[in-house]
């Protein structure tokens, strides 16, 4: 199939509005793959994996959707919405498609959604694929809960505008970014300016909600669910993530019945994953 085909942009009805994608069509009769991408972005950050996904050799439909609450998707019904209800959303997405099944994929916040995904709908789940998730002890989701997404005006002196620019910039520079101290400096390197003009925009757009499935995400107890998981699973360990994460990826996998685990680089995950779902046939 050629790479050529052009990513669709979409829009599906739901309760709370609609819901915004990204879609890649392919080859009819297969399971689709979902991409869930990593908070305060958007499905725009998911478009290198559904080209390389496709040139890899899936040949099923590609989908990546907006949060609720972030992108061109409309707000969460709830003032304050857990895990749960993004991954109720995503069922209700595919839904809305006609799909009976889907390969989901999930980074950061989005891996919280595919684990939950997975839990809650064993029989509308052909895999799940979690890249980067973790716990963090009580006091310190406490703490993350309390400073990491604040709810921030728009200022009459355009002082939001800033904000949000260095919001962005700090979370390539620190863990957790409100904590700009040197036992908290990440060694990655800094995102280009584009891909920081461009997050900026999508924390920007999502000014009032942006920090509702930041919220959901930390409070969410993944090691519980896990157990839950009854498809096969694969959990990335990748190269240049944050240690706190790739150090779960042991226990995730001893936690999820049919899990596996896999160290790769950026450039090699979606080959890995073309590789998991065709290994299990679905």
């Known amino acids: 199939m050629s790479t050529m085909i052009p990513i669709e942009r979409a829009f599906v009805n739901l309760d709370e509005g609609q819901m915004h994608l990204r879609r890649l069509k392919g080859e009819p009769g297969q399971s689709p793959i979902i991409l869930l991408h990593a908070s305060p972005a958007s499905s725009w950050f998911m478009q290198g994996m559904m080209k390389d996904l496709r040139s890899k050799g899936f040949a099923g439909d590609v989908l990546a959707p907006d949060t609720l609450g972030n992108g061109d998707s409309d707000a969460p019904a709830p003032e304050e919405p857990d895990i749960p209800y993004f991954a109720d959303s995503v069922r209700r997405m595919l839904d809305a498609l006609g799909y009976d099944k889907a390969h989901v994929y999930g980074t950061h916040t989005g891996a919280r959604i595919a684990c939950e995904?997975?839990?809650a709908f064993?029989?509308?789940?052909?895999?799940v694929i979690l890249d980067g998730i973790t716990e963090y002890e009580d006091e310190v989701k406490q703490e993350i809960i309390e400073n990491y997404a604040p709810v921030v005006q728009p200022d009459e002196y355009g002082r939001h505008l800033i904000w949000a620019f260095n919001f962005c910039r700090d979370q390539a520079l620190f863990f957790p970014h409100f904590k700009k101290v040197p036992e908290h400096r990440l060694s990655v390197?800094?995102?280009?300016?584009?891909?920081?003009?461009?997050?900026?925009?999508?924390v920007l757009k999502t000014l009032g909600t942006y920090s509702k499935p930041y919220i959901a995400a930390f409070r969410y107890e993944a090691f519980a669910r896990m157990p839950l998981i009854k498809a096969d699973a694969l959990v990335l360990k990748s190269a240049g993530e944050l240690?706190?994460?790739n150090r779960s990826v042991e226990k995730a996998v001893s936690l999820i019945e049919k899990g596996k685990d896999l160290a790769v680089s950026p450039a090699e995950k979606a080959e890995a994953i073309v590789k998991f779902v065709k290994e299990i046939g679905q």
């Open 243 to 245: 240690k706190e994460l």
């Open 122 to 127: 064993p029989d509308r789940t052909a895999s």
């Open 189 to 202: 390197p800094m995102p280009p300016a584009e891909v920081l003009h461009r997050i900026t925009l999508d």
């Open 117 to 119: 995904f997975g839990a």
